[in-house]
């Protein structure tokens, strides 16, 4: 994949992964939009790396959890994005329906690698490819997950 | 509530919603990054870059200046040589360039190894360089105001009202970290939180 027309194609059919992602991590739409660009230009300079006997949608949740991880807001929202959780506080986020509302604000109540370990996860990533992705031990990502669900059904519980 | 059933749900509307909002952003690769880690590596090469040609111009000046002026201005240029040497050796250990693709604590871990030695090359430019720049800044001042530069180095007490200026570096070095620590203390302190995380 050399060409830029031909990785932004797919970049095109896997954005659902970065809008997943940087949803649960940039707080504003100003954030979002910086972050959604910044993922695409850093995919765009390590897709050299990216070996094709791998899937590009996990590359691509790689770059995109990795970006998100380390970025820093322009905005200087994100570091203090559990103070900011509650829905009403989110006026120029997109309405959710009540229902994914809940479960949104529960996994961003979780801390940054807790929320994409879960989200990998619910994307149907076993241990051993989050254990991979993250660099957490198979045994500690298990354990993790564990205290998570633990978590947000105590979140989605009250 | 059934979690996977839900996060579907969630997905579905979240990939519509965000649509409407990030569409336009889909069909372009921006040329810059917004990154800290981008903006400190730039703002290194600059320094390194300035740094080497503001020494040859001390030697240049060094070499038409008459004693003892001229032995302050050839030992600014061989603390200019020997910070740049220094400096330019930290950069060259650097060699990072960033892999998004990589497995995330791998990420976060090279990063912060990255900041501490950008730290360390701007503190070795801050120690060798801030102290010079108040002599630069007086000569400039002069120079400005008409005078020749033979005319400048041949006022009275020359050499000791520059020897006053370098020492006024020590409070600007002090500055140069506290800066930096505003500048970046924020970046390192979100990658030690991440990193952290990883140990609960």
């Given at each position: 994949m050399s060409n830029e027309a031909e990785f932004l194609d797919h970049i095109e059919k896997n954005r659902g992964i970065i809008y997943k992602v940087i949803n649960l991590y940039a707080n504003d739409l100003e954030d979002k939009k910086d972050l959604y660009q910044e993922v695409v230009f850093q995919a765009?300079?390590?897709?050299?790396?990216?070996?094709?006997?791998?899937?590009?949608?996990?590359?691509?949740?790689?770059?995109?959890?990795?970006?998100?991880?380390?970025?820093?807001?322009?905005?200087?929202?994100?570091?203090?994005v559990k103070e900011n959780t509650n829905p009403a506080d989110h006026e120029e986020r997109f309405e959710l329906s009540e229902r994914a509302e809940i479960l949104y604000c529960a996994i961003r109540n979780l801390n940054e690698l807790d929320r994409g370990i879960i989200m990998l996860h619910l994307d149907g990533y076993n241990n051993t490819e989050i254990s991979e992705i993250s660099g957490i031990s198979k045994v500690n990502t298990g354990v993790k997950l564990h205290r998570i669900k633990q978590q947000l059904t105590s979140i989605l519980n009250h | 509530m059934n979690i996977q059933e839900e996060w579907a749900n969630l997905n579905q509307e979240v990939i519509i919603k965000s649509d409407s909002e990030l569409a336009e952003f889909g069909r372009t690769i921006k040329r810059e990054s917004?990154?800290?880690?981008?903006?400190?590596?730039?703002?290194?090469?600059?320094?390194?870059?300035?740094?080497?040609?503001?020494?040859?111009?001390?030697?240049?000046?060094?070499?038409?200046?008459?004693?003892?002026?001229?032995?302050?201005?050839?030992?600014?240029?061989i603390v200019y040589q020997l910070g740049s040497f220094f400096s330019i050796r930290e950069k060259n250990q650097l060699r990072y360039k960033a892999d998004y693709g990589g497995v995330t604590r791998t990420v976060i871990t090279q990063q912060l190894d990255v900041i501490k030695r950008i730290l360390k090359i701007e503190e070795i430019w801050g120690y060798v360089f801030i102290p010079l720049a108040g002599p630069a800044g007086l000569f400039l001042h002069y120079l400005y105001n008409g005078k020749t530069l033979k005319?400048?180095?041949?006022?009275?007490?020359?050499?000791?009202?520059?020897?006053?200026l370098l020492l006024l570096g020590i409070p600007g070095v002090y500055l140069a970290k506290i800066m930096?620590?505003?500048?970046?203390?924020?970046y390192v302190a979100r990658l030690k939180e991440n990193l952290k995380q990883f140990e609960e």
């Open positions: 765009w300079k390590s897709h050299a790396n990216f070996r094709a006997d791998s899937k590009f949608s996990t590359w691509l949740y790689r770059v995109s959890l990795n970006v998100s991880m380390t970025h820093l807001s322009k905005s200087k929202k994100m570091t203090t | 917004g990154n800290l880690l981008d903006k400190l590596q730039k703002n290194v090469e600059i320094k390194l870059a300035w740094a080497r040609g503001i020494g040859l111009v001390a030697l240049i000046i060094a070499v038409f200046s008459p004693a003892p002026l001229n032995y302050w201005l050839f030992a600014i240029f005319e400048i180095i041949t006022m009275p007490n020359m050499a000791y009202l520059l020897f006053g930096n620590y505003y500048a970046i203390g924020k």
